[in-house]
T-cell receptor
Framework: GESVGLHLPTLSVQEGDNSIINCAYS??????FIWYKQESGKGPQFIID?????DKRQGQRVTVLLNKTVKHLSLQIAATQPGDSAVYFC???????????????FGKGTKLSVKP | KAGVTQTPRYLIKTRGQQVTLSCSPI?????VSWYQQTPGQGLQFLFE???????NKGNFPGRFSGRQFSNSRSEMNVSTLELGDSALYLC????????????FGPGTRLLVL
């Protein structure tokens, strides 16, 4: 059958504005979450992570918020720059998959476009 | 410190052939995971190796296999290639005690004709 490409949510922001990218995760038992950035032709690049015993974690220009009640994760990028244009993925660690680590389960991604 | 490297970067094969992809993790990393990325399915976990042992496996057919060597380098093999195997194959490595933070290589783009 014909394969259908993922319809990626798209977020378009003006350079200098703040960006908020949202993600709903699936497993209430997941205890570790990561945001990755993937530019065209490259592998995912680690941005920031957060454990389930935290609600918020800040990095350089980025903040991750975790709401375990509604299983929601968000990535905030301050003063968005053209170089931030990429697809952003959230990932959760599924410890139920066996072993001490399990594997990462990725969201479908959000495409961020920054207008100069 | 050098990042995760993958070879080859691009590959074209025909249906029925087999292919082997290689991954060298970040120095000191002992866990290597493989993922398949396609427009239709996104990023999907294939398997994870640690100390030459497969620790976890995703929901892929037996045509997909892998191994890890004593120096932590890993290979994955796909036999009897199908058109649907066309994808970006990504390798990620992590430390022993910070396993969840996985660092990805640039990927191998496989096209099956």
């Amino acid at each position: 059958g014909e394969s259908v490409g993922l319809h990626l949510p798209t977020l378009s922001v003006q350079e200098g504005d703040n960006s908020i990218i949202n993600c709903a995760y699936s497993n209430s038992a997941s205890d570790y979450f990561i945001w990755y950035k993937q530019e065209s032709g490259k592998g995912p690049q680690f941005i920031i992570d957060i454990r389930s015993n935290m609600d918020k974690r800040q990095g350089q220009r980025v903040t991750v918020l975790l709401n375990k009640t509604v299983k929601h994760l968000s990535l905030q990028i301050a003063a968005t720059q053209p170089g931030d244009s990429a697809v952003y993925f959230c990932a959760e660690n599924n410890r139920n998959y066996g072993g001490s680590q399990g594997n990462l389960i990725f969201g479908k991604g959000t495409k961020l476009s920054v207008k100069p | 410190k050098a990042g995760v490297t993958q070879t080859p970067r691009y590959l074209i094969k025909t249906r029925g052939q087999q292919v082997t992809l290689s991954c060298s993790p970040i120095s000191g990393h002992r866990s290597v995971s493989w993922y398949q990325q396609t427009p239709g399915q996104g990023l999907q976990f294939l398997f994870e190796y640690f100390s030459e042992t497969q620790r976890n496996k995703g929901n892929f057919p037996g045509r997909f296999s892998g191994r890890q060597f004593s120096n932590s380098r890993s290979e994955m093999n796909v036999s009897t290639l199908e058109l649907g195997d066309s994808a970006l194959y990504l390798c990620a490595s992590s430390w022993l005690d910070r396993q969840e933070t996985q660092y990805f290589g640039p990927g191998t783009r496989l096209l099956v004709l």
